[in-house]
Nanobody, 124 residues
Framework: QVQLAESGGGLVQAGGSLRLSCAAS????????MGWFRQAPGKEREFVAA????????DYADSVKGRFTISRNNDQNTVYLQMNSLKPEDTAVYYC?????????????????WGQGTQVTVSS
């Protein structure tokens, strides 16, 4: 089993940057595809980014491509989401998720473990 804990959220102005971290417990961290999702009030949870076991393959939602970067450090059991050029529409609770699969996926129902979420608020 994997326990996930996000951190790094906060309040920033439009155009600013934040770096989210997700610390994972468990020896099998390297065996998990990791993803970031976000959910705004009253809206469905949506895919943001995913990264494979080695960090060599990534996938991004069109809405964040070119602005966000997902990365992982397996030695530290941590996955990151660097968010640049933030927009008010990026405001949401951001969740880290783990999926014990080989291939990347965008469907949140496929992911087995979830963190508690961290709030990101972008002001105009």
């Amino acid at each position: 089993q994997v326990q996930l804990a996000e951190s790094g959220g906060g309040l920033v102005q439009a155009g600013g940057s934040l770096r989210l971290s997700c610390a994972a417990s468990g020896r099998a961290f390297r065996s998990y595809v990791m993803g970031w999702f976000r959910q705004a009030p009253g809206k469905e949870r949506e895919f943001v980014a995913a990264i494979n076991w080695t960090g060599g393959i990534t996938d991004y939602a069109d809405s964040v491509k070119g602005r966000f970067t997902i990365s992982r450090n397996n030695d530290q059991n941590t996955v990151y989401l660097q968010m640049n050029s933030l927009k008010p529409e990026d405001t949401a609770v951001y969740y880290c998720a783990a999926d014990r699969q080989v291939f990347l996926g965008r469907d949140p129902s496929r992911y087995d473990y979830w963190g508690q979420g961290t709030q990101v608020t972008v002001s105009s």
